[in-house]
C-alpha cells in the first residue's frame, strides 16, 4: 500500500498521559499536514512541514503539542497531559508539493478518559 | 469571517435530483481549490480540483468565481452513494491547505 499510512488507528489514553502518534505519508512528497477534527466539524489545521521544517503551527497547537519530521520522511505528534478537550480525529495528509492536492491517512481516533 | 465558509446543509433530496453547493474563501491570494468527499468516520477523499475555466467529471460540475472568491459544487442525477460530506477546500501560499465545516449531503430513494 503506497498511500499515507498512520498508527496508531485508535488510542484511549488516560487524562494526564503523553501520547504519540506516527504518520508515514506517500514516498516522495514534500509537504506533510497534521489536522484535528472534531464531530460535525471540517479539519482543523494543526501544522506543517515542508521536508523536515515546519513551516506553520495553528494556534490550537498548544505547548502540549508537538511535531517532527526528522529527515523528512515520517511525522510523529506529540500531545503531552493530555486533556478530555483532546479527544478527536487526528488526521494526516501530505502532497507532492506546494499547491497540489492532499492525500490523507485514515486517522488515529483519540479518547481521552 | 471564517477563511472558508460553507452552506450550512444538511441537504436531504430524492435519487435523480440535482444539488448545488457553495462556498467561499476570504483571502483573495488563494490559488488552489479543492473539493473533498468525507464518509462517515472515515477520511477525506479528493473528489475534484477546482479550475478557473470550471471543470467536469461525470455527473459532478465544479466552478470558481475569483472576483467572488465563489466556489461551486454542481451533483447531477444524485444516487444513493452520494450520501456524504463534501468538504471545500482552499489553498494559499505560504500556509496550509484550509477546510470548510463542510456541507452533508443525504439522497434518498
Known amino acids: 500500500d503506497t498511500g499515507v499510512s498512520q498508527d496508531p488507528r485508535h488510542k484511549i489514553t488516560k487524562r494526564g498521559q503523553n501520547v504519540t502518534f506516527r504518520c508515514d505519508p506517500i514516498s516522495e512528497h514534500n509537504r506533510l499536514y497534521w489536522y484535528r477534527q472534531t464531530l460535525g466539524q471540517g479539519p482543523e489545521f494543526l501544522t506543517y512541514?515542508?521536508?523536515?521544517?515546519?513551516?506553520?503551527k495553528s494556534r490550537l497547537l498548544s505547548d502540549r503539542f508537538s511535531a517532527e519530521r526528522p529527515k523528512g520522511s515520517f511525522s510523529t505528534l506529540e500531545i503531552q497531559r493530555t486533556e478530555q478537550g483532546d479527544s478527536a480525529m487526528y488526521l494526516c495528509?501530505?502532497?507532492?508539493?506546494?499547491?497540489?492536492?492532499?492525500?490523507f491517512g485514515q486517522g488515529t481516533r483519540l479518547t481521552v478518559v | 469571517r471564517k477563511e472558508v465558509e460553507q452552506d450550512p446543509g444538511p441537504f436531504n433530496v430524492p435519487e435523480g435530483a440535482t444539488v448545488a453547493f457553495n462556498c467561499t474563501y476570504s483571502?483573495?491570494?488563494?490559488?488552489?481549490f479543492f473539493w473533498y468527499r468525507q464518509d462517515c468516520r472515515k477520511e477525506p477523499k479528493l473528489l475534484m480540483s477546482v479550475y478557473s475555466s470550471g471543470n467536469e467529471d461525470g455527473r459532478f460540475t465544479a466552478q470558481l468565481n475569483r472576483a467572488s472568491q465563489y466556489i461551486s459544487l454542481l451533483i447531477r442525477d444524485s444516487k444513493l452513494s452520494d450520501s456524504a460530506t463534501y468538504l471545500c477546500v482552499v489553498f494559499t501560499a505560504g500556509t496550509a491547505l484550509i477546510f470548510g465545516k463542510g456541507t452533508t449531503l443525504s439522497v434518498s430513494s
Open positions: 495528509a501530505s502532497s507532492e508539493t506546494v499547491n497540489t492536492e492532499a492525500f
Open positions: 512541514f515542508q521536508n523536515e521544517a515546519q513551516l506553520e
Open positions: 483571502n483573495s491570494a488563494s490559488q488552489s
